[in-house]
């Protein structure tokens, strides 16, 4: 088997063993990545150089016979929203087409700790704004699946490239639903932490009290492995909790007796694909099976979540988007009269179609005379969404639903009609809105052979129930080990 | 005002950078005088991705100028971004407060026309400052504007008063009061022309009786004394002539031309601001431990006004002469102290007031930058009173110490300045001054008690000014009375 098929824990064995080293696994990525990178269009930016130096220096550890940390020598994607130093970091638009971080996101700087090697920056959705990662700037990304298809977004090419082995783990962030999504779409795990649980200091703010940076891998283990590195207290963050952050890996246990499962009746409504719903059913009869005990629980506010979320999102993102004026970096337009005309060619020049339109929307939402009746009744709405999940979670451990309504969708198909494509997001948003974590695990194929993902959510800080739960049904089914064929 | 027609009602926005070590939001160092943007980071920058995290000395610093103030410290608080678009501005938005500031409902009492005034103070909040754009006038270059972001971030200060202001000149006068209060506590070094203290200034008139305001004009962000004054009495004249002539005020924001001495409408394309603030979500809303604000209380020192009132009270100073002393803490506890070392609070404050004052204003430095400590004068002081020299000596010495840091015993030894107040020493010039003027002595024993004056005079030039006037006085007295 190519190393680029493996997974880091088992890639880790080989690297500790030295049966491998990080460079020959590193080429053997970038190996891939000239095979297929043609077809799936997954990344911006490659970083040869920073990758090759990174795998060469975990190699003299190994060498060495040091105690080396578990990401140790691992090809690792970054979503080019958070801030890597020296490196282009474009968030998908042409606004900063030409930015170069002079810093690092808190998360890369624990990456580093851990000697990963950073194979390069991931297409997405402008500003992580979309579910498709149609709206980047750059590229369209193809689902590994069928690359007639989208791979989801916003963090579809962080997810294109684990699924199509151009990176063994990879970061997304996640606003309403980013990295859960295209992971369902693309057949991987990807998963949400608590809002808190990860630093945002570096990364590149849509919607400043739901983004979340979030692991992307292969398997259940790696997910915990990615969650291990990333987790904790910054300073630098006044948002990030100051918890202890658990071994996640103590969490893989293949076991679910005594767990309670919740199934919110609002989440298998209309428009829910009939493949996907007969699929979510089935794992979940298979978690029972494995000993969970399974009961449906209401979430009655869930129907507003799309409104709500697409009215705070928006709203904080009109401010977030506000310093890309032209004035100190990034892209500005030429020929402009006067202060006022910079502003405005640069900013209808520099940002696309989508991203306008949620700047647009948040400005409304936050304008005098209607701060009242959208801002600050969605903030209420928010509370009502939150204290639906708190009371669940006094009933059950963790709350099991589909990941996306549908599989992936034909690239164009829903472009035209922002709203449909909003709804893609409908059973993410919720969570994201309550500030839960939230994993996409893969639980089947549908007939044309997409991806269905499985969706757990736990109450805040309770990641360790998610792991358990996913692991065990990972270990009852080979889901997780189907790969596409390119 | 001259026309009693109409009565003015001024209320003043006050803001104040604070002197805290570093920024609001970042750990860069507050520094005024360092080349352009080199005192900026990530995050006074504005880059993507970047956080702000809350200075917590700033927020005991805005804690105190609320204390003293007299404000009500909020429990709960939190930030708001507040959002418009200008190139100082990096992030599109100032992390400031809206609905819940800090500190509300607070006074400051000034002195005016002799008189102890009152301002309510609605609001204190805290904010983060600007950039600073550089144009033409300082670059040299008519094409472009140059960004400088050494103040970006910097802990602001926003002194929001009530409309309680009813001229001018009063408005000043409480400026002056909020400077010195910040001064005093040390959080500000309310420096006017590093533009770390200035203020908007709100104007309206309105019949005088009349409860109802008028529409008001704002004057902004300017951070002179003297142009302030001038911009509003410019305003409240105009204001007057188009109410007189039957006409309304327009409610606009206001340019005062140092040139022409006139105000002129702001294009209201920058002014038309909707601000669009919402709750800051990167900084979570905090509660004040209402313990730690009286920690901080008992932190404040003796504020101006207390002060004034206890140099009256307990050193018997004159009013004039205490408010004089106050103007600055440092001049403050310059005589506090030299008053108490000294044991003679008239001639401490006599000294300070006279030959001190004159000395720094020639130097163009204040007593905290000058070699003279109240231990120095102090000891000058003692040297009069125990007629080891003269008044007149003293201030030669005086000027000495100002230019040595040397103290005034040191000096008198060094240049033998010490008086004569040997008797016999004395004598032997008396005689020989009374042999060599017979005329005057004689004049002066004839009744003529004038010419005593005369004699003393050449008893003191032959000594050099060193013997002591009164034992001169006496000897003269009786050799002649005798």
């Not at chain 1, 590994?144 to 916003?154: A, C, Q, V, Y």
Request: aromatic share 8%; glycine share 8%; charged share 25%.
């Amino acid at each position: 088997m190519p190393l680029y098929e493996l997974t880091a824990h088992e890639l880790h064995e080989k690297l500790k063993a030295r049966e491998i080293t990080s460079v020959e696994l590193t080429q053997s990525v970038y190996d891939r990545i000239g095979a297929v990178e043609e077809k799936i269009q997954g990344y911006i930016t490659l970083t040869q150089d920073i990758a090759f130096e990174q795998a060469e220096a975990a190699d003299v550890g190994f060498q060495r016979g040091d105690e080396m940390p578990p990401l140790a020598g691992i090809p690792i994607a970054i979503k080019d929203v958070i801030c890597t130093k020296g490196v282009l970091t474009t968030c998908g638009s042409k606004i900063l087409g030409n930015f170069v971080s002079p810093y690092d996101a808190t998360v890369m700087t624990k990456l580093h700790q851990q000697g990963a090697v950073m194979i390069g920056k991931t297409n997405m959705d402008e500003f992580a704004m979309g579910s498709s990662t149609e709206n980047s700037a750059y590229r369209i990304t193809r689902n590994p699946w069928n690359l007639e298809t989208i791979p989801g977004g916003s963090s579809g090419g962080s997810v294109a490239a684990v699924a199509a082995d151009e990176a063994i783990c990879s970061l997304g962030s996640d606003t309403g639903g980013s990295i859960r999504q295209p992971a369902a779409l693309c057949g991987v795990v990807g998963m949400r932490p608590t809002y808190g649980r990860v630093s945002r200091f570096g990364l590149v703010a849509f919607a400043s009290s739901l983004d979340q940076i979030g692991p992307i891998s292969k398997d259940v283990t790696d997910c915990a492995l990615m969650l291990n590195a990333i987790c904790g207290h910054d300073p630098m963050d006044s948002t990030a909790a100051n918890l202890p952050v658990p071994d996640f890996t103590k969490s893989l246990i293949a076991d679910v007796k005594g767990i309670k499962i919740g199934i919110p009746k609002e989440y298998f409504t209309e428009g829910m694909d009939a493949e996907v719903e007969a699929s979510v059913r089935h794992a979940i009869e298979l978690l029972r099976s494995a000993g969970a005990t399974v009961e449906e629980i209401s979430l009655p506010h869930t129907e507003y979540a799309i409104a709500t979320y697409y009215i705070i999102a928006p709203a904080e993102a009109s401010a977030n988007l506000a310093r890309y004026d032209g004035v100190r970096y990034g892209f500005r337009a030429e020929n402009a009269e006067d202060l006022i005309d910079m502003y405005k060619k640069t900013r209808s020049q520099g940002f696309g179609e989508e991203v306008k339109r949620r700047i647009m929307l948040g400005t409304y939402a936050l304008s005098s005379g209607y701060y009242d009746a959208y801002y600050l009744k969605a903030q209420k709405v928010r509370t009502l969404i939150k204290s639906d999940f708190d009371k669940a979670f006094e009933k059950v451990d963790v709350v099991v639903t589909p990941t996306s309504p549908t599989p992936a969708f034909k690239i164009g198909e829903r472009t035209a009609d922002p709203l449909q494509m909003y709804l893609s997001d409908v059973l993410n948003t919720p969570s994201s809105l309550a500030g839960l974590p939230g994993i996409s695990i893969p639980c089947g194929l549908t007939q044309s052979g997409l991806p269905i993902g499985l969706q757990i959510l736990a109450a805040p800080f309770e990641e360790e129930k998610i792991l358990r739960v996913a692991y065990t049904f990972e270990q009852h089914t080979d889901h997780h080990r189907w790969k596409p064929e390119l | 005002m001259a026309d009693k027609k109409y009565e003015t009602v001024i209320g003043l926005e006050i803001h104040a950078e604070f002197s805290t070590h570093s920024k609001l939001f970042c750990t860069c160092e507050v520094k005024f005088g360092s080349d352009a943007n080199t005192q900026t980071c990530p995050i006074c920058l504005g880059m993507p991705g970047v956080l702000p995290v809350m200075n917590k000395r700033a927020l005991e610093f805005a804690i105190r100028a609320g204390l003293a103030m007299n404000c009500k410290i909020a429990s709960y608080s939190k930030f708001d971004r507040k959002n418009y678009f200008y190139p100082d501005l990096p992030k599109g938005y100032q992390i400031s407060q809206y609905d819940l500031p800090l500190a509300c409902d607070g006074y400051v009492d000034f002195e005016f026309e002799d008189e102890i005034k009152r301002v309510r103070i609605h609001r204190v909040h805290l904010e983060e400052d600007a950039g600073k754009l550089v144009h033409a006038d300082v670059t040299g270059d008519p094409n472009r504007s140059y960004v400088d972001f050494n103040r970006s971030c910097v802990p602001l200060l926003e002194i929001v008063s009530e409309p309680n202001l009813r001229s001018p000149a009063a408005a000043i006068a409480y400026w002056r009061a909020v400077k010195e209060i910040l001064e005093y506590i040390d959080v500000s070094d309310c420096n006017m022309e590093e533009g770390s203290f200035r203020c908007d200034a709100n104007i309206s008139l309105r019949p005088v009786g009349s409860e109802e305001f008028g529409t008001r004009t704002e004057l902004k962000n300017k951070n002179s004394f003297q142009h302030v004054l001038a911009a509003l009495q410019y305003e409240e004249k105009r204001q007057a002539r188009i109410l007189d002539e039957g006409g309304t005020v327009e409610q606009v924001t206001l340019l005062y031309d140092l040139n022409t001495g006139r105000t002129s409408p702001m294009r209201s394309k920058e002014e038309a601001h909707d601000y669009r603030y919402f709750p800051e979500p990167d900084l979570a809303p905090f509660e004040v431990d209402p313990e730690e604000v009286e920690r901080l209380r008992s932190t404040l020192p003796e504020l101006p006004a207390e002060r004034r009132k206890r140099f009256v009270e307990e050193y018997g100073i004159p009013a004039y002469d205490a408010g004089f002393l106050t103007t600055t803490r440092q001049m403050a506890d310059f005589f506090d102290e030299t008053a108490r070392l000294s044991g003679d609070p008239k001639a401490s404050s006599n000294w300070i007031m006279g030959d001190v004052s004159a000395l720094l204003n020639s130097a163009g430095i204040g007593i905290q930058d000058a070699k003279v400590t109240a231990a120095h004068l102090s000891e000058l002081i003692q040297l009069i009173k125990g007629g080891t020299i003269s008044g007149k000596i003293a201030k030669s010495v005086i000027a000495d110490v100002f230019e040595t840091g040397k103290f005034p015993k040191q000096i008198v030894e060094e240049k033998g300045l010490a008086q004569i107040s040997d008797t016999s020493a004395i004598e032997a010039v008396v005689d020989q001054v009374i042999a060599a003027h017979s005329g005057p002595a004689q004049d002066y024993r004839d009744g003529k008690k004038k010419a005593l004056g005369f004699l003393v005079g050449q008893v003191m030039r032959a000594t050099r000014g060193k013997a002591n006037p009164q034992m001169v006085n006496q000897l003269l007295r009786r050799k002649l009375d005798g």
